[in-house]
Protein backbone atom coordinates (compact mmCIF):
# COMPACT_ATOMS: atom_id res chain seq x y z
CA UNK A 1 0.00 0.00 0.00
CA UNK A 2 1.63 3.38 -1.02
CA UNK A 3 1.29 5.99 1.14
CA UNK A 4 3.10 8.29 0.12
CA UNK A 5 1.69 12.39 -0.42
CA UNK A 6 -0.24 13.16 -2.97
CA UNK A 7 -0.29 15.98 -4.90
CA UNK A 8 -2.76 17.78 -2.52
CA UNK A 9 -1.22 16.75 0.61
CA UNK A 10 2.45 18.05 -0.47
CA UNK A 11 0.22 21.47 -1.33
CA UNK A 12 -1.17 21.32 2.05
CA UNK A 13 2.70 20.53 3.74
CA UNK A 14 3.65 23.22 1.52
CA UNK A 15 1.37 25.79 2.38
CA UNK A 16 1.01 25.15 6.19
CA UNK A 17 4.84 25.00 6.16
CA UNK A 18 5.55 27.96 5.10
CA UNK A 19 2.73 29.75 7.28
CA UNK A 20 4.07 27.78 10.38
CA UNK A 21 7.65 28.89 9.07
CA UNK A 22 6.36 32.67 8.87
CA UNK A 23 4.36 33.33 11.74
CA UNK A 24 5.34 30.55 14.36
CA UNK A 25 9.09 31.03 15.07
CA UNK A 26 11.26 29.81 17.99
CA UNK A 27 10.92 33.33 19.12
CA UNK A 28 7.32 33.35 18.75
CA UNK A 29 6.98 30.20 20.24
CA UNK A 30 8.81 31.84 23.52
CA UNK A 31 6.93 35.12 23.71
CA UNK A 32 3.87 32.59 23.68
CA UNK A 33 5.38 31.15 27.25
CA UNK A 34 3.82 30.22 30.18
CA UNK A 35 0.57 30.10 28.61
CA UNK A 36 1.66 28.40 25.49
CA UNK A 37 -0.59 30.41 22.97
CA UNK A 38 -0.63 33.66 20.73
CA UNK A 39 -3.64 35.26 19.82
CA UNK A 40 -2.13 36.97 17.19
CA UNK A 41 -1.27 33.49 15.80
CA UNK A 42 -4.58 31.95 16.10
CA UNK A 43 -6.28 34.88 14.60
CA UNK A 44 -4.07 34.29 11.57
CA UNK A 45 -4.92 30.73 11.90
CA UNK A 46 -8.33 31.67 11.77
CA UNK A 47 -8.19 33.70 8.61
CA UNK A 48 -6.12 30.73 7.13
CA UNK A 49 -9.31 28.85 7.95
CA UNK A 50 -8.50 26.58 10.75
CA UNK A 51 -9.71 24.85 12.21
CA UNK A 52 -13.05 25.30 9.98
CA UNK A 53 -11.76 22.98 7.57
CA UNK A 54 -12.84 20.49 9.59
CA UNK A 55 -16.56 21.20 9.27
CA UNK A 56 -17.94 20.91 6.18
CA UNK A 57 -20.43 23.45 6.78
CA UNK A 58 -17.44 26.11 7.39
CA UNK A 59 -15.99 25.28 3.79
CA UNK A 60 -19.07 25.32 1.28
CA UNK A 61 -18.50 21.66 0.28
CA UNK A 62 -16.80 18.03 2.58
CA UNK A 63 -14.78 18.88 5.06
CA UNK A 64 -11.07 17.95 5.06
CA UNK A 65 -10.35 14.16 5.16
CA UNK A 66 -8.16 13.03 8.27
CA UNK A 67 -5.89 12.02 5.67
CA UNK A 68 -5.60 16.18 4.86
CA UNK A 69 -5.57 17.15 8.76
CA UNK A 70 -2.91 14.91 9.33
CA UNK A 71 -0.43 16.39 6.98
CA UNK A 72 -1.28 19.86 8.72
CA UNK A 73 -1.02 18.73 12.08
CA UNK A 74 2.83 17.41 11.51
CA UNK A 75 3.57 20.65 10.17
CA UNK A 76 2.00 21.87 13.05
CA UNK A 77 3.94 20.08 15.57
CA UNK A 78 7.14 20.08 13.26
CA UNK A 79 7.15 23.88 14.84
CA UNK A 80 5.48 23.83 17.92
CA UNK A 81 2.82 26.41 16.73
CA UNK A 82 1.40 28.12 20.22
CA UNK A 83 -2.27 26.98 19.00
CA UNK A 84 -4.62 24.20 20.48
CA UNK A 85 -4.76 22.70 16.72
CA UNK A 86 -5.51 19.31 17.90
CA UNK A 87 -8.27 20.01 20.27
CA UNK A 88 -10.16 22.47 18.14
CA UNK A 89 -9.73 20.16 14.63
CA UNK A 90 -11.23 17.23 16.78
CA UNK A 91 -14.04 19.14 18.12
CA UNK A 92 -15.23 21.08 14.60
CA UNK A 93 -15.24 17.13 13.83
CA UNK A 94 -17.57 15.86 16.44
CA UNK A 95 -19.53 18.71 15.98
CA UNK A 96 -19.88 18.57 12.27
CA UNK A 97 -20.67 14.96 12.36
CA UNK A 98 -22.91 15.67 14.69
CA UNK A 99 -24.83 18.50 12.00
CA UNK A 100 -24.06 21.21 14.97
CA UNK A 101 -24.30 24.96 13.65
CA UNK A 102 -20.68 26.18 13.70
CA UNK A 103 -19.68 27.60 16.90
CA UNK A 104 -18.42 31.08 17.53
CA UNK A 105 -15.19 31.43 19.27
CA UNK A 106 -12.26 28.65 20.27
CA UNK A 107 -14.47 25.23 20.94
CA UNK A 108 -12.09 22.60 22.57
CA UNK A 109 -12.92 18.87 23.62
CA UNK A 110 -13.22 17.19 26.40
CA UNK A 111 -11.05 14.66 26.89
CA UNK A 112 -12.39 12.60 29.58
CA UNK A 113 -16.14 11.80 30.41
CA UNK A 114 -17.06 15.23 32.20
CA UNK A 115 -18.28 15.40 35.84
CA UNK A 116 -22.65 15.50 36.08
CA UNK A 117 -21.84 19.27 37.84
CA UNK A 118 -19.76 19.96 34.48
CA UNK A 119 -16.71 20.25 36.20
CA UNK A 120 -13.78 19.28 33.64
CA UNK A 121 -10.68 19.47 35.69
CA UNK A 122 -7.44 19.60 33.11
CA UNK A 123 -9.44 20.13 29.73
CA UNK A 124 -6.96 20.60 27.27
CA UNK A 125 -6.82 24.26 25.76
CA UNK A 126 -9.04 24.71 28.63
CA UNK A 127 -7.53 28.36 29.76
CA UNK A 128 -8.21 30.07 26.48
CA UNK A 129 -11.17 28.27 25.04
CA UNK A 130 -14.97 29.32 25.09
CA UNK A 131 -16.71 26.54 24.91
CA UNK A 132 -16.39 22.73 24.61
CA UNK A 133 -17.65 19.35 23.30
CA UNK A 134 -17.81 16.58 26.09
CA UNK A 135 -18.93 13.22 27.36
CA UNK A 136 -21.84 14.31 30.49
CA UNK A 137 -23.44 11.19 31.85
CA UNK A 138 -25.08 9.84 29.04
CA UNK A 139 -25.26 12.78 26.66
CA UNK A 140 -22.59 14.29 24.26
CA UNK A 141 -23.17 17.82 24.33
CA UNK A 142 -22.11 21.23 23.29
CA UNK A 143 -21.46 24.01 26.41
CA UNK A 144 -20.09 27.31 26.82
CA UNK A 145 -17.62 27.41 29.40
CA UNK A 146 -18.02 28.99 32.77
CA UNK A 147 -16.00 31.53 34.03
CA UNK A 148 -12.69 33.63 33.54
CA UNK A 149 -10.26 30.44 31.97
CA UNK A 150 -6.62 31.48 32.51
CA UNK A 151 -7.96 32.05 36.23
CA UNK A 152 -8.21 28.23 36.16
CA UNK A 153 -4.75 27.47 34.01
CA UNK A 154 -2.25 24.75 35.57
CA UNK A 155 1.18 25.72 35.46
CA UNK A 156 2.88 22.51 33.63
CA UNK A 157 6.51 21.87 31.94
CA UNK A 158 4.62 21.76 28.61
CA UNK A 159 3.32 25.27 28.36
CA UNK A 160 -0.22 23.69 27.50
CA UNK A 161 -3.13 25.55 28.28
CA UNK A 162 -4.70 23.03 30.87
CA UNK A 163 -7.05 24.48 33.59
CA UNK A 164 -10.02 23.53 35.40
CA UNK A 165 -13.09 24.59 33.66
CA UNK A 166 -16.48 23.93 34.23
CA UNK A 167 -19.11 23.18 31.73
CA UNK A 168 -21.93 26.08 31.41
CA UNK A 169 -25.79 24.57 32.98
CA UNK A 170 -27.30 26.00 29.61
CA UNK A 171 -25.90 22.67 27.21
CA UNK A 172 -26.96 21.45 23.56
CA UNK A 173 -27.39 17.81 23.48
CA UNK A 174 -25.53 16.38 20.34
CA UNK A 175 -25.92 12.45 20.69
CA UNK A 176 -27.70 10.08 23.65
CA UNK A 177 -27.15 6.91 25.17
CA UNK A 178 -24.85 4.83 23.00
CA UNK A 179 -24.76 7.15 20.01
CA UNK A 180 -22.98 9.63 23.12
CA UNK A 181 -21.17 7.24 23.88
CA UNK A 182 -19.49 6.62 20.00
CA UNK A 183 -19.43 10.22 19.70
CA UNK A 184 -17.07 10.55 22.57
CA UNK A 185 -14.80 7.54 21.38
CA UNK A 186 -14.66 9.14 18.16
CA UNK A 187 -13.55 12.39 18.76
CA UNK A 188 -11.33 11.14 21.29
CA UNK A 189 -9.89 9.06 17.97
CA UNK A 190 -9.73 12.14 15.78
CA UNK A 191 -7.97 13.78 18.90
CA UNK A 192 -5.04 10.69 18.96
CA UNK A 193 -4.51 10.22 15.58
CA UNK A 194 -3.67 14.01 15.14
CA UNK A 195 -1.72 13.94 18.00
CA UNK A 196 0.55 11.35 16.52
CA UNK A 197 0.94 13.36 13.65
CA UNK A 198 1.83 16.35 15.67
CA UNK A 199 4.19 14.67 17.83
CA UNK A 200 5.75 12.93 14.92
CA UNK A 201 6.60 16.71 13.54
CA UNK A 202 8.15 17.31 16.61
CA UNK A 203 10.34 14.38 16.52
CA UNK A 204 11.10 15.22 13.52
CA UNK A 205 12.17 18.43 14.07
CA UNK A 206 14.47 17.72 17.31
CA UNK A 207 15.68 15.18 15.03
CA UNK A 208 17.17 17.48 12.92
CA UNK A 209 18.31 20.10 15.35
CA UNK A 210 20.30 17.24 17.18
CA UNK A 211 21.82 16.08 13.94
CA UNK A 212 23.03 19.50 12.87
CA UNK A 213 24.62 19.75 16.11
CA UNK A 214 26.23 16.58 16.12
CA UNK A 215 28.24 17.36 12.94
CA UNK A 216 29.68 20.57 14.56
CA UNK A 217 30.18 19.85 18.02
CA UNK A 218 33.86 18.13 18.61
CA UNK A 219 35.38 15.40 20.86
CA UNK A 220 38.70 14.72 20.62
CA UNK A 221 39.41 16.77 17.65
CA UNK A 222 36.13 14.68 15.52
CA UNK A 223 32.61 15.84 15.17
CA UNK A 224 31.10 13.18 17.81
CA UNK A 225 28.17 12.28 15.07
CA UNK A 226 31.56 10.30 13.91
CA UNK A 227 31.02 7.98 17.33
CA UNK A 228 29.16 5.14 16.27
CA UNK A 229 27.03 4.98 19.57
CA UNK A 230 25.41 8.35 18.58
CA UNK A 231 25.39 7.88 14.44
CA UNK A 232 23.42 4.81 15.04
CA UNK A 233 20.77 5.95 17.74
CA UNK A 234 20.45 8.53 14.54
CA UNK A 235 19.94 6.33 11.93
CA UNK A 236 17.67 4.12 13.94
CA UNK A 237 15.71 7.27 14.72
CA UNK A 238 14.64 8.15 11.22
CA UNK A 239 13.63 4.68 10.50
CA UNK A 240 11.89 4.58 13.45
CA UNK A 241 10.27 8.19 12.73
CA UNK A 242 9.43 6.78 9.06
CA UNK A 243 7.19 3.56 10.59
CA UNK A 244 5.24 6.07 12.93
CA UNK A 245 5.05 8.27 9.95
CA UNK A 246 3.08 5.34 7.53
CA UNK A 247 1.62 4.16 10.67
CA UNK A 248 -0.40 7.40 11.16
CA UNK A 249 -1.73 7.90 6.93
CA UNK A 250 -2.79 3.80 7.41
CA UNK A 251 -4.88 4.66 10.37
CA UNK A 252 -5.75 8.10 8.64
CA UNK A 253 -7.01 6.51 5.75
CA UNK A 254 -8.71 3.45 7.46
CA UNK A 255 -10.83 6.10 9.36
CA UNK A 256 -11.49 7.96 6.61
CA UNK A 257 -12.72 5.21 4.03
CA UNK A 258 -14.47 3.50 7.69
CA UNK A 259 -12.77 0.59 7.84
CA UNK A 260 -13.12 -2.09 10.10
CA UNK A 261 -9.52 -1.86 11.34
CA UNK A 262 -9.96 1.87 11.75
CA UNK A 263 -9.37 2.15 15.23
CA UNK A 264 -7.22 -0.51 16.32
CA UNK A 265 -5.01 1.49 13.64
CA UNK A 266 -5.26 4.54 15.73
CA UNK A 267 -4.40 2.99 18.31
CA UNK A 268 -1.36 1.96 17.44
CA UNK A 269 -0.39 5.08 15.81
CA UNK A 270 -1.36 6.63 18.89
CA UNK A 271 0.75 4.78 21.56
CA UNK A 272 3.89 4.63 19.29
CA UNK A 273 4.14 8.31 18.37
CA UNK A 274 3.74 8.85 22.05
CA UNK A 275 6.87 6.54 22.91
CA UNK A 276 8.83 7.34 19.85
CA UNK A 277 8.58 10.92 20.16
CA UNK A 278 9.72 11.18 23.72
CA UNK A 279 12.80 9.07 23.31
CA UNK A 280 13.81 10.64 19.92
CA UNK A 281 13.56 14.36 21.55
CA UNK A 282 14.92 12.81 24.89
CA UNK A 283 17.92 11.00 22.54
CA UNK A 284 18.25 14.97 20.67
CA UNK A 285 18.46 16.60 24.02
CA UNK A 286 21.20 14.46 25.37
CA UNK A 287 23.74 14.57 22.54
CA UNK A 288 23.95 18.29 23.08
CA UNK A 289 25.39 17.25 26.44
CA UNK A 290 24.77 20.01 29.56
CA UNK A 291 23.50 23.04 27.05
CA UNK A 292 20.63 21.07 26.18
CA UNK A 293 19.23 20.89 29.50
CA UNK A 294 19.48 24.78 29.62
CA UNK A 295 16.25 26.93 29.19
CA UNK A 296 18.12 29.04 26.44
CA UNK A 297 18.58 26.19 24.10
CA UNK A 298 15.95 25.69 21.84
CA UNK A 299 15.87 22.08 21.97
CA UNK A 300 14.51 21.61 25.74
CA UNK A 301 11.01 23.01 23.91
CA UNK A 302 10.86 19.85 21.99
CA UNK A 303 11.32 17.60 25.23
CA UNK A 304 8.95 19.22 27.06
CA UNK A 305 6.31 18.82 25.15
CA UNK A 306 7.06 15.48 23.46
CA UNK A 307 6.45 14.62 27.37
CA UNK A 308 3.25 16.90 28.00
CA UNK A 309 0.81 16.76 24.93
CA UNK A 310 -0.39 13.02 25.54
CA UNK A 311 -0.39 13.71 29.53
CA UNK A 312 -3.60 15.65 28.26
CA UNK A 313 -5.43 12.45 28.36
CA UNK A 314 -3.06 10.29 31.24
CA UNK A 315 -0.42 8.11 30.98
CA UNK A 316 -0.18 7.21 26.60
CA UNK A 317 0.98 3.41 27.60
CA UNK A 318 -2.77 3.11 29.08
CA UNK A 319 -3.88 3.02 25.30
CA UNK A 320 -2.26 -0.08 25.60
CA UNK A 321 -5.53 -1.66 27.00
CA UNK A 322 -7.81 -0.21 24.73
CA UNK A 323 -5.87 -1.79 22.04
CA UNK A 324 -6.22 -4.91 23.56
CA UNK A 325 -10.21 -4.83 23.71
CA UNK A 326 -10.22 -3.83 19.69
CA UNK A 327 -7.89 -6.32 18.97
CA UNK A 328 -9.35 -9.02 21.13
CA UNK A 329 -13.17 -7.95 22.51
CA UNK A 330 -13.42 -7.12 26.20
CA UNK A 331 -12.43 -9.30 28.67
CA UNK A 332 -15.50 -11.31 29.75
CA UNK A 333 -15.92 -12.26 25.98
CA UNK A 334 -12.51 -13.60 25.28
Known amino acids: MDFSLTGEQQELRAAFGRFFDEHATITDLRAAEPLGFSPGLWQLAGKLGIPDMAAGSSTDGAPASLSQLIVIAEEYGRRLAPIPLVETLAAARALDRAGAPPSVGMVTLALRPVAESGSAPLLAAGAIADAAVGLIGADYVVADLAGDGRSGWVSNLGSSPLANRTFAEQRTV???GDAAREAHERALDDWKLLLAAALIGAASEAHRIALAYVKERKAF???????QTVAHRLADSITDLDGA???????????????????????????????????????????HGGIGYTMEHAIQLYFRRAKCWPLALGDP??????????????????
Do not use: C
Not at 221 to 227: L, M, Q, Y
Open 245 to 287: RFLVHKAAWAVDEQNETGTQLVSMAYVYAAELAERVTAESLHF
Open 174 to 176: LAS
Open 221 to 227: GVPIGWF
Open 317 to 334: HNEMAVLSTRLLGPVGER
